[in-house]
């Protein structure tokens, strides 16, 4: 019998939630996905020991502030990583900019410049940008200009929604980050059936299957192979290497989950701005992990400042 891995690739896009580059060698995904963490993470690894170097040096020689040293590392890593995998690298904005759209837009526009400048098109790289409103209104101007995005950190289906609304290319829905808020908040476990995270990314699939909407969902943010088995038949799945593996190594039937077919119609009116903060505002889990994710990824971003300051010195 074939992997649970290779049988998830027959339903859904893989797609390898990493930057460590002897993984993605070994796994073969079709994308790969990177946040500010990961990039501290792949930054801070053999691998990519002499691009620091260079690019310290490089930057040394410039006059370059530590940001834009970092800026010149991100572009860095994701060039290597797209010589790697056939399809898209998703490389992050600033968390600091999540509420922020001119200067969201104006990043996005600089990194796929960059990137260009590197040889690498824009029907590489997926902009990653935060679901907040400010976040999806800065995608709808950028999918104006050709520049597709990601949207991720998205925990509620007013944001799923606003990103349809906005003509964003694809959402990253966190099922393990939901599936933790609300472990903790009624002390239980959840089987895969019952997971509140599963169970929002069915609900944002179905809805927008229903209604002809083309943006992809790509379930991100797992915490067993269980939840990412329940979600087979989504249209993309990011996975962390060690969950990969776990499904490269078991074989079992893994029957297909989601589909079109069996998604029904479900119209709502188009999201105003108070509307959308409205409903966010309502949702605890969705408003505390998406005000979380934004102040870690900033951390881990201020975290690999501070090592290019400390290089510099």
Not at 266 to 277: G, H, N, Q, V
Request: charged fraction near 20%; aromatic fraction near 6%; include cysteine.
């Amino acid at each position: 019998m074939a992997s649970a891995l290779d049988q998830l690739r027959d339903l859904t896009v893989v797609v390898a939630d990493t930057g460590d580059v002897d993984s993605i060698k070994a796994l073969t995904p079709v994308d790969c996905t990177t946040n500010p963490s990961i990039m501290l993470k792949a930054l801070q690894s053999p691998a990519f020991a002499d691009l620091f170097d260079a690019e310290i040096a490089a930057g040394k020689a410039a006059g370059s502030t530590p940001l834009q040293i970092a800026d010149a590392l991100t572009i860095g890593v994701g060039t290597v990583l797209a010589g790697l995998v056939p399809g898209r690298v998703s490389t992050e904005v600033d968390a600091n900019l999540s509420f922020d759209t001119a200067a969201s837009v104006a990043k996005a526009r600089a990194i796929i410049a960059a990137y260009e400048a590197k040889g690498v098109g824009r029907d590489r790289i997926l902009i990653k940008l935060a679901s907040t409103w400010e976040g999806i209104r800065a995608a709808e101007v950028l999918e104006g200009e050709g520049i597709q995005c990601n949207l991720t950190l998205l925990f509620a289906q007013c944001q799923a929604q606003a990103c349809a609304e906005a003509g964003a290319f694809l959402i990253s829905p966190f099922v393990g980050r939901i599936t933790d808020w609300y472990a903790k908040a009624q002390g239980k476990t959840f089987t895969a059936e019952e997971d509140p995270g599963v169970l929002s990314v069915r609900n944002i699939y179905a809805y927008y299957k229903a209604n002809g909407i083309k943006t992809i969902v790509m379930g991100a943010s797992f915490r067993n192979i269980g939840q990412i088995k329940a979600l087979a038949g989504c249209d993309r799945l990011t996975i962390a290497p060690q969950l990969l593996n776990e499904l490269a190594a078991e074989e079992v039937a893994l029957p297909r989950v989601l589909s079109p077919d069996t998604a029904k119609a479900d119209a709502r009116p188009r999201l105003t701005e108070a509307e959308f903060r409205w409903q966010l505002n309502a949702d605890a889990m969705a408003t505390e992990k998406l005000a979380e994710g934004i102040r870690n990824f900033d951390v881990d971003h201020k975290k690999l400042l501070g090592l290019i300051a400390d290089r510099l010195k």
